[in-house]
């Protein structure tokens, strides 16, 4: 039993999309990827004004890995080939499983479109193993009110449990891989311990307000990088903040991605694109 340290600290870089306020700290320089997490995008905090032309991300395929989108403020449409389609609202999660390849769109509802507003959005890639790139794909949608909220640190703490198990609490969303993943908003002279099981990789990124992680002070915008050695994660607040935290056994395997597709190998890639361009993700998608 002990406390992980912090290997490192990863800065969110700034990659604006158009007038899309974008910070990405994943993959970096220093860390190309932090097996299983491949990439996280985050979008804003910004203001959009009434009459805006919304988010950027209309149809686009994705073969190989699973789409994790946490809509913090605003509003988020999903679109796919698989049929699914629906509208999240602020504090609630999309999961989507790409799977063997599916073409989706993410953009922004008519009401956000026309009357504006706050937004913030993060989409984090996690792989799925070789035996799992080519499962169906799926899609799973929770608004914030089917996300079990734990109070904690008499209430200076909620952790969101979306994914995995926490106190005997099963999260809103079905993991394949047994993905841990949370949000943790802290008030001022909030403290936890978080669940960090021995050679799991940790994912811990700082969205809002100044945290100490083992007893190291982390700015918003940062990506922490955990040693393995311990089975839990420090976590405290002397200001309010937002964390998502989680945590997933490495896959070990070659990643190799090209865009919207990550397989194992070029020649992978190569048949996803022929895939697509057959037609083989679903009939087209219109949004």
């Known amino acids: 039993m002990g406390d992980r340290t912090v290997k490192a600290l990863h800065p969110a870089l700034r990659d604006d999309i158009g007038d899309l306020t974008t910070r990405r700290p994943l993959p970096g320089l220093a860390l190309p990827q932090l097996d299983p997490f491949l990439f996280l995008n985050h979008h804003g905090p910004q203001v959009y004004p009434p009459g805006n032309g919304g988010l950027p991300f209309g149809p686009h395929p994705h073969r190989g890995f699973e789409t994790v989108t946490f809509i913090v403020e605003g509003s988020l449409a999903h679109h796919d080939s698989g049929g699914h389609e629906s509208v999240i609202e602020a504090g609630g999660v999309q999961w989507m499983t790409a799977g063997r390849g599916l073409e989706h769109a993410e953009v922004s509802p008519a009401a956000f479109l026309r009357d504006g507003g706050p937004l913030e959005i993060l989409q984090l890639w996690v792989n799925l193993p070789a035996r799992l790139k080519m499962v169906d794909p799926r899609y799973q ?109 490495p896959i070990g395997e070659p990643v190799v991605a090209h865009g919207p597709f990550v397989m194992n190998s070029r020649e992978e890639i190569l048949a996803a694109i022929r895939d697509y361009q057959a037609g083989k993700f679903g009939a087209p998608l219109v949004v």
């Not at 209430?155 to 106190?167: A, E, N, P, T, Y």
């Open 141 to 249: 949608g929770r608004q914030t009110d089917e996300i079990p909220a734990l109070p904690l640190d008499d209430g200076r703490v909620k952790l969101g449990l979306i994914s995995g198990r926490f106190d005997r609490i099963e999260g809103a969303v079905d993991s394949l891989t047994g993905v841990f993943m949370a949000t943790v908003a802290l008030q001022p002279g909030g403290a936890l311990r978080l669940p960090a099981p021995r050679g799991h990789t940790v994912f811990l990124y700082v969205v809002r307000g100044q945290v100490s992680v083992g007893g190291r002070p982390v700015k918003p915008w940062h990506l922490v990088e955990m040693n393995d050695d311990g089975d839990g994660v420090a976590l405290a607040a002397e200001e309010p903040a937002l964390v998502v935290f989680g945590h997933a056994k």
